[in-house]
Nanobody, 120 residues
Framework: QVQLVESGGGLVQPGGSLRLSCAAS????????MGWYRQAPGKQRELVAA???????NYADSVKGRFTISRDNAKNTVYLQMNSLKPEDTAVYYC??????????????WGQGTQVTVSS
């Protein structure tokens, strides 16, 4: 059984910062790509940022220069540092990871989601 547990969401004023964390646990052989998605009310879930096991990253245009994704492979944890937050960043943020349970099989896993609200 594999679990992704997120933390770090909350209410912040425009221009503020938050740091999200997502820790994977369970019978993990290795973890490939990890990422953060978000879903605002009435909108589709969208990719915010992703990072490979080697550290290569990609970001949605809307967050480039403001958000930074990183990971600690020893802790099976991915982070999202969010700076200069805007009201339009308000959403439920979900962690995603492609986890190998053996040398040649795995699956995508999702966290439960954490609410980020940017408001004055």
């Amino acid at each position: 059984q594999v679990q992704l547990v997120e933390s770090g969401g909350g209410l912040v004023q425009p221009g503020g910062s938050l740091r999200l964390s997502c820790a994977a646990s369970g019978s993990i052989f290795s973890i490939n790509a990890m990422g953060w998605y978000r879903q605002a009310p009435g909108k589709q879930r969208e990719l915010v940022a992703a990072i490979t096991s080697g550290g290569s990253t990609n970001y949605a245009d809307s967050v480039k220069g403001r958000f930074t994704i990183s990971r600690d492979n020893a802790k099976n944890t991915v982070y999202l540092q969010m700076n200069s937050l805007k009201p339009e960043d308000t959403a439920v943020y979900y962690c995603n990871a492609h986890i190998l349970l053996g040398s040649d099989y795995g699956d995508d896993y999702w966290g439960q989601g954490t609410q980020v609200t940017v408001s004055s």
